[in-house]
């Protein structure tokens, strides 16, 4: 009868044992099967652009020279409920932008579809200095995390092809300085989405934004925070160098080449005017 005892409580502590093992060999966070990892929701994008369409434009957009280096760029496009429409990149390959620009210019696309209206727009780059220390949209670029099983999910050898897997998914984020605009229709006039770019400074991300947006004959914008040249959503450069401050509370800081960047982003809507 003790044998018996015995081997019963031998039994426990065996079982227990196992469950502690089974824990930690799990306690890396590592999925231990199909059942455990995350399903990540997929939607229908509304086609408010095609791949091939965007790839144009981006190549429209990059033909003349941006203000900063001149890199190669990442584009993505989002519909209004913030799904992902196309991704496309201008290099020869993958790898010949910035590989992380391209969950930036997610974030953008994100960025300016959740912040403007039908009739008020407003650009990843107008939010710079609202959300610095002591602004009043402080803390708001941590308002809507970027979801990275989107964002990084897939084969990077299909990003910026249509096999790329943020399409049809939701990215999220929130970025605050230029290369994020929104896309309005160009017969309603209503919001339909929004265009992110990225790959090069920040200044130039916008400059190249605004092409694309122009290529694509989606600015039909109602209204924003620039008034200089009628640039509604554009870039500002009001911020004053002795105190940092924007003397609109929309500024954003040059880049590289300070007056030329800034020239080239003042007179955008004067190159390429937007749609009335």
């Not at 925070?225 to 004053?240: H, P, W």
Request: a negative charge.
């Amino acid at each position: 009868m003790l044998q018996l005892r015995f081997t019963r409580s031998a039994a426990r502590r065996a079982v227990a044992v196992g469950a502690v093992i089974a824990a930690a060999a799990c306690s890396d966070g590592t999925p231990t099967s199909p059942a455990s990892a995350r399903i990540i929701p997929t939607f229908k994008p509304n086609p408010i652009v095609t791949q091939d369409g965007l790839q144009a434009a981006l190549a429209t957009a990059l033909s003349s020279t941006n203000g900063g280096l001149d890199f190669p760029m990442w584009a993505t496009v989002v519909d209004r409920e913030g799904v992902v429409v196309a991704v496309v990149f201008s290099g020869a390959t993958v790898d010949d932008q910035w590989l992380g620009s391209r969950a930036i210019s997610a974030q953008k696309a994100n960025t300016a579809n959740a912040f403007s209206l039908d009739n008020f727009a407003l650009s990843s780059a107008n939010l710079y200095s609202p959300t610095q220390p002591g602004g009043s949209l402080f803390g708001l670029q941590e308002s809507n995390p970027v979801d990275p099983d989107v964002v990084y999910g897939g084969r990077e050898r299909d990003y910026g092809t249509k096999k790329d897997f943020m399409i049809g998914k939701k990215p999220g984020g929130i970025n605050v300085f230029g290369g994020g605009l929104a896309l309005y229709d160009p017969q309603s006039g209503e919001v339909i989405g929004a265009v992110g770019l990225s790959g090069d400074t920040s200044c130039a991300d916008h400059n190249i934004a605004w092409r694309v947006r122009d290529a694509l004959g989606l600015d039909k914008v109602p209204a924003g925070v620039a008034t200089i040249n009628n640039g509604k959503d554009n870039i500002v450069f009001d911020i004053d160098p002795s105190t940092g401050k924007s003397a609109g509370g929309f500024g954003h800081p040059t880049c590289l080449n300070a007056t030329a960047d800034s020239t080239m982003g003042t007179n955008l809507p004067v190159n390429y005017p937007l749609t009335p």
